[in-house]
């Protein structure tokens, strides 16, 4: 029984390994390809932020009834623009069958439409706090790169380094505010769970009291 108990925490650990391969360095194989063989340091930021969103969405569940009728995944790029024109070549192309539709808003007031993403870039620190407001129990996935976005109620955060524990020796690719993901119906897949730093019950912070 130890036996089959100590290969099967193996086999776990050896998934939680690949899957942080599969985030953390695909973007950079793909890239580089891309790139026709140029060094992946000197890739834009942007291209390789769009790849880790693309990849993440792999690893998240919407309720069925979501895309009951539709056939298209919906990904709003918010007040980024490098990063909406990084997403462009991405329009199209699959994720559980679905095929992405990337639209581009310049402020957070203009999101009304449906949809089922959203990436928030840079943007007034109201605008972005009555959007997830307005967005708040909806099954929409919510994803920044700033570090205040969690403590207005983001679900996502991308390249964390400030905002994580001074402690923490594994400095995680992504922040995940696991309160806001629940509350939203949508599941995020334990997989990425467990190499993601779990922030369960946010509170407001000097950096989220200030404009983005």
């Known amino acids: 029984m130890n036996t089959l108990s100590g290969a099967v925490n193996k086999a776990q650990r050896n998934i939680v390994k690949f899957s942080l391969c599969l985030i953390l360095i695909l973007p950079w194989i793909i890239v580089s390809r891309a790139s026709s063989g140029h060094d992946p340091q000197n890739v ?3 291209k390789i932020t769009a790849l880790y969103l693309y990849n993440f969405l792999l690893f998240v569940d919407w309720p069925e009834k979501v895309f009951s009728n539709s056939k298209i995944m919906r990904v709003v790029i918010c007040g980024d623009p490098p990063l909406n024109e990084a997403m462009k070549p991405m329009s199209g192309k699959k994720i559980k069958g679905k095929a992405l539709s990337i639209v581009y808003k310049a402020r957070p007031d ?11 870039g840079n943007g007034d620190l109201e605008g ?6 307005k967005l708040s129990g909806k099954p929409v996935l919510t994803i920044s790169d700033n570090a205040a976005f969690i403590d207005l109620g983001g679900m996502v955060l991308f390249n964390v380094p400030d905002v994580l524990p001074e402690n923490n020796e594994e400095r995680k690719r ?20 467990r190499i993601s730093h779990i922030i369960d019950n946010p509170r407001p912070t000097e950096k989220s009291r200030k404009c983005y």
Do not use: M, T
Request: aromatic letters at 4%.
């Open 44 to 46: 834009p930021q942007n």
């Open 110 to 120: 203009e999101i009304r439409d449906a949809s089922h993403v959203v990436f928030v």
């Open 128 to 133: 972005v706090r009555e959007l997830l407001g």
């Open 174 to 193: 992504f922040a995940i505010n696991l309160q806001a993901v629940r509350k939203s119906g949508l599941e995020i897949r334990s997989r990425l769970l």
